[in-house]
């Protein structure tokens, strides 16, 4: 397997975008700005620790992506997070945002430029939804108007009422509703940087991977820099851009979910990310990243499929047809090649770890 | 005993030209309670909220900037609470006569022995509504960028509200109470009726008195539930 699998990398992961979402959100000022941030060498020793919580790390993350930060329990990852907004403060080496140090800002400052979200959300339950999501706007003193505004901007963002739900409290809303309130504060000043730790961990399974795909939707919109904590391999492949695996404080790989799937680094990698990683590939790619065969002439028979479906369900569906070959449908509905079964299965063999981009 | 002779209370008033009721010192004449009611008990009722609203005024500031100080410097906590106790444990007929050699029969003297018995009851609170106040909204503050005093007075303040309030309802019906006996050296309120009834028998007016009280403090106690309502919507607007 090669190049010509005719896996397109540069695409990104993130499937194609709904032309609905892309209208709805036309008139947002949201400006989508992202920042580099770059781990240099960070350290942090815990008073009283003898090993450190985080040692020497060193990463990258591009401007606009999602860097999903995972690892068991004690390896560090939210530790790392918080260094980034000073919530732990470094014992050594730096963190840059946009190549500044985060040392050299006021730490409100610093704070107010980063968007926070975690599991507990941490909504402020005396605020209505505008005074929660207009709290750093307030801070950095924008007019009344602007804020709900923004408010209102916001609200429609992440899927919720923006004329009544404004003006009710937190705890009139749902686990899920309230986390898409905790998302639209989080961007409320349009920080382009986002530090997300489990943001959806204490969610029920339907409702998390609602707010998964409407996360990834709206970053799509949206563009910010994204440090991503979880635990859970399937959410890390299905977030993140990229992924870091960390271990006792230490990075152990980081690299795209595809590349940690087809190649891990090591014992410790490959057990982390399951004996089934070969499958969980075919959850990173969708039918439209695959290189069509032709159509064949006359009509087309036999199961079809949408090029946005993920290989995963292609492959569940071939299997239950019992069929060789899927028609690959454009997001109109109309035929645009085929792809057979065993184009799909080539991708779970372990051969495929030369699929370098 | 001179703080009780002090009070120049009339006898039992006109028992010769009163009513059936009056004469007969009966439980409660409703007549002369209506007749009387500008005269004996509607100045010593404005007496007695003054002094209520005085006292929990004074120990409100004084509770609060002690509560403050406290949850800023935990190690202050203890000390203050077991001298706000101390206040609080001095019997109040022994406290007022107390203050009598050092401030004299002064309503001075009474509201220092008041304000002292507000003080363990709204220091509690107040330190109680701010510890109680969720971890996370704090965490969220923080990780946004608030000041500690923005923390504090935009966050941690309102969510302590509801605690906050609940000792100044229970502060101001012990006070409402409280203030009756400090008619005994002499400052009025609605004891001082209590007192002079005590001295002359005459019933009605003990009743009377004794009911104002506590009408009283079951007007001021649904008032300040209003107040908290106005001042706290969210406690209500919980989903269904």
């Not at chain 1, 898409?180 to 409702?207: C, H, K, N, S």
């Not at chain 2, 503050?141 to 100044?168: D, H, K, S, Y």
Request: net charge negative; glycine share 10%.
């Amino acid at each position: 397997m090669t190049e010509s699998s005719g896996i397109d990398v540069t695409d990104g992961l993130g499937g194609p975008a709904g032309d609905e979402q892309q209208s709805k959100v036309a008139g947002a000022r949201s400006s989508g700005s992202a920042a580099v941030l770059s781990f240099d060498g960070a350290t942090k020793v815990y008073p009283g620790r003898r090993t450190p919580a985080i040692s020497k790390l060193s990463l990258e993350i591009p401007a606009g992506e999602i860097c999903v930060l995972i690892g068991p329990s004690g390896s560090g990852k939210t530790t790392a997070m918080k260094l980034v907004n000073r919530l732990i403060p470094l014992t050594e080496g730096d963190v840059t945002i946009d190549g500044r140090s985060i040392g050299s800002l006021d730490e409100t400052e610093l704070r107010r430029g980063i968007g926070y979200v975690f599991q507990q959300i941490g909504l402020f339950p005396h605020m209505t939804v505008e005074g929660n999501v207009g709290t750093v706007p307030r801070l950095a003193g924008w007019p009344k108007e602007r804020i709900r505004a923004r408010a209102q901007e916001l609200l429609e963002l992440v899927g919720l009422d923006p004329g009544e739900d404004l003006k009710r409290y937190p705890g009139e809303f749902s686990g899920g509703q309230q986390q898409r309130i905790g998302v639209a504060r989080a961007m409320a000043a349009d920080q382009p940087l986002m530090l997300m730790d489990e943001p959806f961990g204490a969610l029920d399974p339907i409702t998390r991977d609602q707010l998964q795909d409407d996360f990834l939707r709206l970053h799509a919109e949206v563009p910010k820099t994204v440090v991503f904590v979880t635990h859970d391999i399937d959410e890390a492949i299905k977030m993140g851009h990229r992924i870091a695996i960390l271990r006792e404080g230490e990075l152990v790989q980081y690299d795209t979910p595809d590349h940690i799937l087809a190649s891990p680094i090591n014992e410790f990698v490959a057990d982390f990310v399951g004996a089934d990683r070969g499958l969980k590939r075919l959850n990173v790619w969708r039918l439209g990243h695959l290189e069509l065969d032709p159509l064949p002439p006359g009509e087309p028979s036999g199961p079809t499929a949408r090029e946005d479906t993920l290989l995963r369900d292609v492959l569940s569906l071939l299997l239950t047809e019992g069929a060789e070959r899927v028609t690959v449908l454009d997001g109109d509905g109309k035929p645009k090649g085929t792809v057979t079964l065993d184009k799909i299965t080539g991708l779970i063999g372990p051969q495929e770890g030369a699929v370098r981009a | 005993m001179t703080a009780l002779l002090a009070q120049q209370g009339p006898v039992i008033p006109e028992f010769e030209r009163g009513s059936d009721c009056v004469r007969e010192n009966g439980q409660f004449c409703f007549d002369w309670f209506v007749d009387n009611f500008g005269d004996v008990f509607a100045p010593r009722l404005v007496e007695h909220i003054e002094l209520t609203a005085i006292a929990v005024a004074i120990g409100f500031a004084i509770s609060f900037a002690a509560a403050l100080t406290a949850y800023a410097y935990g190690k202050l906590e203890t000390p203050f609470a077991i001298f706000m106790a101390f206040l609080y444990t001095i019997p109040s007929l022994a406290f007022f006569q107390l203050m009598v050699p050092i401030t004299g029969l002064t309503v001075t003297s009474a509201e220092i022995a008041l304000v002292s018995y507000t003080l363990l009851i709204l220091f509690r609170n107040i330190i109680t509504g701010l510890r109680e106040v969720p971890e996370d909204a704090r965490e969220a503050a923080r990780a946004m960028g608030l000041t500690q005093w923005q923390l504090l007075w935009r966050v941690e303040l309102p969510l302590a509200l509801p605690a906050i309030m609940a000792g100044i309802r229970i502060a101001t019906v012990t006070i409402i109470s409280l203030a009756t006996v400090a008619a005994y050296i002499g400052v009025g309120g609605l004891g001082q009726p209590i007192f002079n009834a005590i001295q002359s028998g005459f019933k009605t007016q003990f009743v009377a008195a004794g009911l104002l009280a506590v009408l009283l403090a079951l007007v001021v106690d649904g008032l300040l539930v209003l107040v908290q309502r106005g001042l706290a919507p969210w406690m209500r607007a919980t989903r269904a």
